[in-house]
């Protein structure tokens, strides 16, 4: 009877596969790891951020001095582009470079602004003009994985843009499941 030195080639051929099989399983479940990660971090990301605006409710704007901005309300586009660092017409100075988004919202970081894996994302709605009828098809185009959107809300439900700003929306796109996430504002 012969010895037999190695494998045979249908051996061979049955290991490597069950050995491809077993990869791609365990690429596939680190992949939806690291999704499921990212959206937890979305969502400790966006809590973060709406814990801030209720603090900016409670607190008022440390940093500007328009009589626009007051306690008992939530900060419009426009004092939220001013934090973000862009000139704004009633704010003094009516620019600060580089922003100061973390001190307007008590609470927050600059990460808590950044996506994950990405650079500054936190968008408005609808800056310059939006009807109440587009928000949803805004919403739902606007929101990515990639970014978060705050919607400040008037008592008539509209756009708020400068005063009086009694509500929020605040939206963030979960990559596992594609679904815009929403979380209002507490004080109404």
């Keep these: 009877m012969k010895r037999r030195d190695g494998f045979t080639l249908v051996e061979l051929l049955i290991t490597i596969t069950i050995m491809l099989i077993l ?15 990212r959206d937890e971090e979305r969502k400790v990301d966006a809590e973060s951020i709406a814990r801030g605006l209720e603090q900016r409710y409670t607190l008022g704007n ?18 939220v582009l001013h934090a973000m660092g862009f000139d704004r017409v009633g704010f003094t100075p009516t620019q600060i470079v580089g922003g100061y988004l973390p001190d307007l919202l008590p609470g927050t970081s ?18 310059w003009a939006c009807s109440p009828a587009e928000t949803t098809s805004v919403i739902n185009s606007q929101t990515t994985i990639d970014k978060y959107i705050y919607e400040p809300v008037t008592a008539a ?30 004080n109404q």
């Design 110 to 127: 600059e990460k808590s602004f950044t996506a994950p894996g990405k650079g500054m994302s936190l968008d408005l709605m609808c800056v």
């Design 157 to 186: 439900g509209g756009i708020c843009y400068t005063t009086d700003c009694v509500k929020f929306n605040l939206y963030y796109r979960t990559e596992v499941d594609n679904v815009v996430h929403k979380i209002t504002s507490k």
């Design 62 to 79: 440390p940093r500007a001095t328009s009589t626009e901005i007051k306690k008992g309300s939530y900060p419009g586009n426009n004092e």
């Design 23 to 37: 990869l791609t399983l365990a690429v596939v479940s680190l992949r939806s790891s690291q999704a499921n990660g």
